[in-house]
């Protein structure tokens, strides 16, 4: 893999926290380390990984986690995720193992304190559409289709299923609209006035999925209807009277593109994965990820990255 590169650099952007549930649900609990410790999140998202490597060609890439701390969202609606059911003991124990994993083995990282992972998502391909270079936001979270909407070498890649039924989906700021009903600039609107039950975001009771869309795409977006409630017809009433709620889930459900990032422009060499350190032989043993440890211990690169392991 080594002295390859492409003609325009493209950063592949990793909704981490996303992929680490969706590992945990698909691969069964019975996945664990010599020591008994739970392995599934961590074998599973080191596959997705790998299989984005194989078949992307990926070469610069950020895995982003959620942020320790309360972010702004929060203190707009203390109820916003509040319903959440707590996560489970054998998950939250396997997300500080993977980013100590990670670090070893040279993943480039990012959080920012009192913003979302979208939100430095978000940012980061709106930094590297700036540069000129292309983007590639990886997660399943509808919310991020909002980031085409300026256009660009910028685009959504949807992953179902997991092995040899896995399916990736790649969609453009021009298939947007046929996914979810609306354009990229029309999916906050579209999930404030609907609802999004994951976000605790409550919508207009009567408007789902179909509605929503029609009113949408007929009268224009949230603030437009809100201020001329007639082009709603029966739902005049319901929008004057949650006016300013859904001006504050519309605030919720846009994200943000000017999260203060911890470095200057886009340095599109500093998310090229880094030398795997040494001691990421003796985790990886001690937590039984023998594939991934027979290629570092097989490889004939000298400080070998994980663009020498899993490239083609």
């Given at each position: 893999?080594?002295?390859?590169?492409?003609?325009?650099?493209?950063?592949?952007?990793?909704?981490t926290?996303n992929?680490?549930?969706?590992?945990f649900?698909?691969?069964?609990?019975t996945?664990?380390?010599?020591?008994?410790?739970?392995?599934?999140?961590?074998?599973?998202?080191?596959?997705?990984?790998r299989?984005?490597?194989?078949?992307?060609?990926?070469?610069h890439?950020?895995?982003?986690?959620?942020?320790?701390?309360?972010?702004?969202?929060?203190?707009?609606?203390?109820?916003?995720?509040?319903?959440?059911?707590?996560?489970?003991?054998e998950?939250?124990?396997?997300?500080?193992?993977?980013?100590?994993?990670?670090?070893?083995?040279?993943?480039?990282?990012l959080?920012?304190?009192?913003?979302?992972?979208?939100?430095?998502?978000?940012?980061?391909?709106?930094?590297?559409?700036?540069?000129?270079h292309?983007?590639?936001?990886?997660?399943?979270?509808?919310?991020?289709?909002?980031?085409?909407?300026?256009?660009?070498?910028?685009?959504?890649?949807?992953?179902?299923?997991?092995?040899?039924?896995?399916?990736?989906?790649?969609?453009?700021?021009?298939?947007?609209c046929?996914?979810?009903?609306?354009?990229?600039e029309?999916?906050p609107?579209?999930?404030?006035?609907?609802?999004?039950p994951?976000?605790?975001?409550?919508?207009?009771?009567?408007?789902?999925?179909k509605?929503?869309?029609?009113?949408?795409?007929?009268?224009?977006d949230?603030?437009?209807?809100?201020?001329?409630?007639?082009?709603?017809?029966?739902?005049?009433?319901?929008?004057?009277?949650?006016?300013?709620?859904?001006?504050r889930?519309?605030?919720?459900?846009?994200?943000?593109?000017?999260?203060?990032?911890?470095?200057?422009?886009?340095?599109?060499?500093?998310f090229?994965?880094?030398p795997?350190?040494?001691?990421?032989?003796?985790?990886?043993?001690?937590?039984?990820?023998?594939?991934?440890?027979?290629?570092?211990?097989?490889?004939?690169f000298?400080?070998?990255?994980?663009?020498?392991?899993?490239?083609?």
């Open positions: 893999m080594r002295g390859k590169a492409r003609a325009v650099a493209r950063l592949y952007i990793l909704d926290l992929h680490i549930f969706r590992a649900h698909a691969l069964p609990t996945l664990t380390a010599p020591d008994g410790r739970p392995t599934n999140a961590i074998y599973g998202v080191l596959g997705i990984m299989s984005l490597w194989r078949t992307q060609h990926v070469e890439f950020v895995a982003v986690f959620e942020s320790l701390e309360p972010t702004f969202r929060s203190a707009l609606d203390p109820e916003y995720k509040a319903h959440r059911p707590p996560t489970a003991p998950l939250k124990a396997q997300i500080p193992l993977i980013m100590e994993l990670f670090g070893l083995l040279g993943i480039p990282t959080s920012v304190e009192g913003f979302e992972a979208d939100d430095v998502m978000a940012t980061l391909a709106a930094r590297s559409r700036a540069a000129g292309g983007a590639t936001l990886v997660s399943n979270d509808k919310d991020l289709a909002q980031v085409l909407a300026e256009g660009g070498e910028v685009d959504l890649l949807r992953l179902s299923g997991t092995g040899k039924n896995a399916k990736v989906e790649r969609v453009g700021p021009d298939e947007v046929g996914v979810f009903g609306v354009p990229p029309l999916i609107s579209w999930l404030a006035l609907r609802g999004d994951v976000d605790n975001i409550l919508g207009v009771p009567g408007i789902g999925q509605t929503a869309v029609k009113l949408l795409t007929e009268g224009g949230l603030p437009t209807l809100l201020d001329h409630p007639e082009l709603c017809g029966k739902f005049a009433p319901a929008l004057r009277e949650n006016r300013e709620r859904l001006l889930d519309l605030e919720i459900a846009t994200v943000r593109l000017d999260v203060p990032l911890p470095f200057e422009g886009m340095p599109m060499e500093g090229r994965p880094g795997v350190a040494p001691e990421a032989a003796d985790y990886l043993r001690g937590l039984g990820m023998k594939t991934l440890l027979k290629g570092l211990e097989e490889t004939l000298p400080d070998p990255t994980l663009l020498d392991l899993w490239g083609d």
